[in-house]
């Protein structure tokens, strides 16, 4: 009976330690197929001057959503960004956009809706720009929410931080020599 637990025991460590190898290779797949989003939303006035800036950046894969939601005052903006793999070109995705916005011009009315869903063609790497309660030619007080959106793989993100990161040498370094 011992003889038979033993073996029992030998054979599911055998059967755990040749999943645990072998489960490597989807956590790579998974790493090549990551993307990452970075945003950065701006409120901007009538004269161009920015007056608010917020910055975020996400990691996501093909597939999965993004999602940013924006408060103040009276507005409200939910924005869902989702990554498609571009079948015609490697270098670029298909980047569906959700946008969902609320606006109460008065305290205690009801609340205007809007809605958008598009899809963009991006190369990785692209900066676009949404802007999710339309454009503003008018010279008054108005203000525009801009969105700058840009698509990167996670590789080349952690490359170019890798390189930041790493101190500078220079003719300083010599000198001290």
């Known amino acids: 009976m011992l003889k038979k637990n033993l073996l029992a025991l030998f054979l599911s460590c055998s059967v755990l330690a040749g999943f645990a190898q072998n489960n490597d290779a989807p956590i790579e797949t998974l790493l090549d197929q990551a993307l990452v989003i970075k945003i950065n939303a701006r409120l901007i006035s009538s004269g161009s001057k920015v007056s608010w800036n917020f910055s975020v950046a996400r990691v ?12 103040g005052g009276n507005l409200q903006i939910k ?5 498609y793999k571009n079948d015609t070109a490697s270098d670029s995705v298909v980047l569906v956009t959700q946008g969902e916005v609320w606006i109460t011009e008065t305290p205690g009315k009801q609340a205007k809706y809007t809605a958008s869903l598009k899809s963009v063609k991006v190369r990785l790497g692209e900066k676009i720009r949404l802007y999710p309660l339309g454009v503003s ?3 008054s007080k108005e203000y525009n929410i801009e ?10 993100e952690i490359k170019q931080k890798e390189l930041e990161d790493q101190p500078e040498t220079g003719q300083d370094d010599e000198k001290a020599q």
Request: glycine share 6%; hydrophobic share 35%.
């Open 60 to 71: 996501t894969i093909p597939g999965r959503p993004v999602v940013l939601k924006l408060q």
């Open 137 to 139: 030619n008018t010279s």
């Open 147 to 156: 969105l700058e959106i840009q698509v990167v793989p996670y590789k080349d």
């Open 79 to 83: 924005l869902g960004l989702t990554p």
